[in-house]
């Protein structure tokens, strides 16, 4: 049924508004997800080591060899960050030490070879990182999907008369899969990311001890505004799902 515009009683300049949208409510198969939109980033920071064990654990299951070696390339990439973040610290005090001379450059020259090398290997295991993601990912939801379909199986007959009962089942088979996807990969990301923090966070406490609480207060707003955009977002899903299912 198409949906009318009206305005709202008793003020003329509001903005119209649809007929029936205030009514629509978030499906009883989806309220887990509509309590995760309301949480807090408390709740969320808590829940989060939870999520990322259950996509751990399904690679695990899928295959450990690949979970293994994914996991050790990425600490080796991070690690691999640290050096050349060491060696370009390195570089930089021998030029500026007392003052960027022709005679010092040369001298830096085998330093410099370090820090490229080390960009260099940085590219290669993020390349490696995405070559063993790439055999991974599949794996995992090809998984995923066998166990929903065994969970099918064992339903009864009698569940599939019930709408709210296939309508859970299509979206899991859709939107679910996908979220299997981006989950491993959204995993690899924020271990990569978690490496390449604690190696920025140890590179400048080398340095300097002050410097460490400096590098982890700068990323501490944009880690901040990150899960505040990916909160807002879910609620936006959410509340798509009660308007397209109520």
């Keep these: 049924m198409r949906l009318r515009r009206s305005a709202t009683a008793g003020s003329p300049d509001a903005p119209p508004t649809l007929i029936g949208v205030d009514d629509l409510k978030t499906p009883w198969w989806a309220q887990a997800a509509e309590t995760v939109a309301s949480s807090g980033t408390g709740r969320m920071l808590r829940k989060a080591p939870v999520a990322l064990a259950v996509i751990v654990r399904l690679a695990w299951q899928t295959s450990p060899r690949l979970t293994l070696l994914a996991a050790a390339v990425q600490l080796a990439s991070g690690c691999t960050t640290a050096f050349g973040l060491l060696a370009t610290a390195n570089v930089l005090t021998r030029l ?27 590219g290669v295991l993020d390349a490696a990182v995405g070559a063993v993601e790439a055999v991974l990912t599949p794996q995992v939801e090809l998984r995923a999907k066998d166990e929903l379909h065994a969970a099918v199986v064992g339903a009864d007959l009698i569940a599939f008369d019930d709408a709210d009962f296939v309508e859970l089942i299509r979206r899991t088979s859709g939107r679910g899969f996908v979220s299997v996807t981006q989950g491993v990969a959204d995993a690899g990301s924020l271990l990569s990311s978690a490496i390449s923090l604690g190696a920025a966070i140890i590179t400048a406490g080398l340095l ?32 798509m799902i009660s308007r397209t299912a109520g």
């Design 96 to 122: 500026l030490e007392q003052g960027p001379t022709p005679q010092r450059v040369v001298a830096a020259l085998p330093a410099l070879l370090v820090v490229m090398a080390s960009y260099a290997a940085r």
């Design 208 to 239: 300097n001890p002050v410097l460490a609480p400096v590098v982890l207060l700068a990323a501490a707003p944009r880690g901040w505004a990150s899960m505040r955009a990916a909160m807002l977002s879910y609620e936006s899903f959410v509340r």
